[in-house]
């Protein structure tokens, strides 16, 4: 083989591997390609996922709040039903030694 045919050859064999290169990214990028609609599709899906967080974010703050609201609400109605139930028992305290006192006086009289 000859110098002239070897550089012929090897100018063919890097061209070949040139052509098959360039088929090959041709392929993977015509497959791969991304059309506009898909892209807006993408897009808007993105803007939905957004407002349905920020969405979720405002309930779960309502929530706490609502929360927050009804502790405090249930502390203060035991804090006021221990306070009746004091003032039940001083009632009926009281009760019984004014019919203690009113049994004593019938007693004696």
């Known amino acids: 083989m000859s110098r002239t045919e070897f ?49 979720r974010d405002q309930a779960i703050t309502y929530l706490q709040q609502r929360e927050a609201e009804l502790t405090n609400q249930l502390s203060q109605t035991e804090a006021e039903l221990r306070a009746a139930m004091d003032g039940l028992r001083d009632a009926r305290e009281e009760a019984e030694q004014l019919r203690a006192w009113i049994e004593r006086q019938q007693g004696t009289s």
């Open 7 to 55: 550089v012929i050859a090897t100018a063919i064999i890097l061209f070949v591997a040139f052509c098959l290169g360039w088929f090959a990214n041709w392929l993977i990028h015509r497959f791969s390609r991304v059309a506009a609609a898909d892209i807006n599709e993408l897009e808007r899906m993105s803007q939905e996922l957004h407002e349905a967080e920020e969405t």
